[in-house]
Structures are given as structure tokens and as C-alpha cells.
T-cell receptor, first 111, second 113 residues
Framework: DQQVKQNSPSLSVQEGRISILNCDYT??????FLWYKKYPAEGPTFLIS?????DKNEDGRFTVFLNKSAKHLSLHIVPSQPGDSAVYFC??????????FGPGTSLSVIP | KAGVTQTPRYLIKTRGQQVTLSCSPI?????VSWYQQTPGQGLQFLFE???????NKGNFPGRFSGRQFSNSRSEMNVSTLELGDSALYLC????????????FGQGTRLTVV
């Protein structure tokens, strides 16, 4: 069973525009929702997180939105830059610190 | 502060052999998790260790095992290797009870031939 889905395997965005990456989940047991970015041949790096008691968290160009009723998480990147081109994983963490990752979305920012 | 270190970076093994991968977490981090990444499958959770105890386990066969030492360093072992075990194996360390994010190593690329 796929508890976490990222339905867009890839996304292309023009430099300077908004990138929106989406993540849907099926279970309500998660306490934290995180986004990681991964470049080829490197491990994922943490970007931004949100706890289950909030609906928005912002850090510079990155904003994460959580809609618990819809079981939907999104990451907005504004403005998008070529260096943002990477694979983005959403990750959901339970109170027991078990983390489930989505399959990832490959973002390409075109100069 | 040194990051998460995984050794070796690359490994080639033949079917049927066994392999041990090593992970040194960030100093002060007591939780270590292991993930398998294959094309199209994302990161699949293998197991998590905290204070030398396995706290969480993913849905992998018993051929995959791990352990954690008193200095928080961790090893994972895969016995009777299969071609499908070829993957990038990632280790992540974190501080339990504080910020939820984990810090990943660069991974070990295992190729089974």
C-alpha cells in the first residue's frame, strides 16, 4: 500500500516562476511533514518542515502548506532558480519517529 | 561539525555474497536510519536504531539486518545478495526529541552482478 504519493514524477518550470510540488497521503497518524531535496550522487538534504498543528510554514523562497482534511501537502518555490533543479521528496514522520518518503518529483528549472 | 559518513561509497558484489555497510552519524546524534533507493521507488525505509536498539523496521526480508554500537555508529548487513539488491543505500542521523529533520550521508552504491 502506498501511504505517500507524489503524482507528478517530473515538473518543468521557467526560471523566476513558481514551482508547486504536491504530496498526498492516506493515513492521519503523521506528526511532522518534511521536504527534502536530492541532487544526483548526493544524499537528500532537508529543506523545510511543518508540524501537524500548523497549515503553513515559510522559509525564504520556500513555503510548505498542509491541508489535513484533504491529506495534502505542497511545497511552493518562488521565484524558482536553476539551482533548484533536483529531485524533491516529501517525508512524513510519525510520533514514533518512523519516516515514510514519497517517490519523489524531479524538478527542472529552465533558464 | 562533520556530517554523516558512509563507507564504502561504491561496492560491487556477486550474487550469493554478503555485504556490510557502515555509517558514522553526526556527533551527538543517537538515531540512525537506513534507506534503500532504487530508480522509480524513491526511498524505502529499512530500519532505525536508537541507543543500540532497533526501534522501527520497514518491510524488507530478513536478509537485511543492522546494528548500532555504543558510539552510535551503525552497520547494515545484507546476506545472500540478489541482483535486485543493487541500489543506493542511504544512512541518516537525527536528534530525537528536537527538530524532526534527518541528515543524510552520501550513500553507498551497491551493484550486485
Amino acid at each position: 500500500d502506498q501511504q505517500v504519493k507524489q503524482n507528478s514524477p517530473s515538473l518543468s518550470v521557467q526560471e523566476g516562476r513558481i514551482s508547486i510540488l504536491n504530496c498526498d497521503y492516506t493515513n492521519s497518524m503523521f506528526d511532522y511533514f518534511l521536504w527534502y531535496k536530492k541532487y544526483p550522487a548526493e544524499g537528500p538534504t532537508f529543506l523545510i518542515s511543518i508540524s501537524s498543528i500548523k497549515d503553513k510554514n515559510e522559509d525564504g523562497r520556500f513555503t510548505v502548506f498542509l491541508n489535513k482534511s484533504a491529506k495534502h501537502l505542497s511545497l511552493h518555490i518562488v521565484p524558482s532558480q536553476p539551482g533548484d533543479s533536483a529531485v524533491y521528496f516529501c517525508a512524513l514522520q510519525t510520533s514514533y519517529d518512523k519516516v515514510i518518503f514519497g517517490p519523489g518529483t524531479s524538478l527542472s528549472v529552465i533558464p | 561539525k562533520a556530517g554523516v559518513t558512509q563507507t564504502p561509497r561504491y561496492l560491487i558484489k556477486t550474487r550469493g555474497q554478503q555485504v556490510t555497510l557502515s555509517c558514522s552519524p553526526i556527533s551527538g546524534h543517537r538515531s540512525v536510519s537506513w534507506y534503500q533507493q532504487t530508480p522509480g521507488q524513491g526511498l524505502q525505509f529499512l530500519f532505525e536504531y536508537f541507543s543500540e536498539t532497533q526501534r522501527n523496521k520497514g518491510n524488507f526480508p530478513g536478509r537485511f539486518s543492522g546494528r548500532q554500537f555504543s558510539n552510535s555508529r551503525s552497520e547494515m548487513n545484507v546476506s545472500t545478495l540478489e541482483l535486485g539488491d543493487s541500489a543506493l543505500y542511504l544512512c541518516a542521523s537525527s536528534v530525537i526529541g528536537r527538530a524532526p529533520e534527518a541528515f543524510f550521508g552520501q550513500g553507498t552504491r551497491l551493484t550486485v552482478v
